[in-house]
């Protein structure tokens, strides 16, 4: 997607009736670029914008629905991950913009079209998971040593070795006077 495709994204407000207006995008591999995203080599994810448009604000409805080629976590073989994820936000209108906060924009006044293209990317992002682990791992299809490793580290020697007890030799000397007083 070139820099001026991302024009697409441009949602123009004005001239809109209050109410709720719908837009959908279908999301490849050059979207995510643009945004120097890397660690993916394709994606296909749909998404959904719904805008309720009222006289004091736009509220925003992003979910985002579809498949994301990541590498895993373990072996750092490409998969294909999942992705669902629903985000809100309101544009409200004030002086100056303002986007400090995730969920609340200020737009100038005299603005008439809002670019959700960054909103859609962070929602897209967030929905990937922290840890990205392979199916064929969990289903114990993938075998490399990485993943011997991890799910034999139950099984090693170091685990298995019983701790030491460490008894502080005061102790033992109040022992020892307990034992002597007996005799």
């Known amino acids: ?17 209050n109410g709720i207006h719908r837009f959908e995008y279908q999301i490849d591999q050059s979207f995510l670029e643009h945004f ?7 994606c ?3 998404v959904n914008v719904e ?13 985002s629905k579809g498949i994301i080629n990541v590498p895993c976590d373990i072996s750092n073989e490409m998969y294909d991950q ?15 913009y303002n986007d400090e906060r995730d969920d ?6 005299n603005e008439h079209k809002y670019n959700i293209a960054q909103q859609i990317y962070e929602n897209i992002i967030l929905s990937i ?3 990205r682990v392979h199916p ?4 114990g299809k993938m075998k490399t040593k990485n993943t011997d490793y991890i799910i034999n580290a139950d099984d090693l020697e170091i685990d298995k070795k019983p701790k030491e007890e460490y008894i502080d030799p005061r102790w033992e000397t109040l022992k020892k006077l307990l034992t002597d007083k007996k005799k």
């Open 36 to 42: 120097e995203f890397e660690e993916s080599q394709k």
């Open 82 to 96: 999942a992705v669902e994820r629903t985000q809100e936000f309101l544009i409200k209108f004030g002086e100056e």
């Open 1 to 17: 997607m070139k820099m001026n495709n991302l024009k697409l994204f441009d949602i123009k407000f004005t001239g809109l009736n």
């Open 129 to 131: 998971p922290m840890k």
């Open 104 to 109: 609340l924009i200020i737009l100038p006044y």
């Open 51 to 63: 805008m309720k448009k009222s006289d004091q604000m736009l509220e925003f409805f992003i979910h």
């Open 44 to 46: 296909d994810i749909e």
């Open 136 to 139: 064929d791992i969990i289903s």
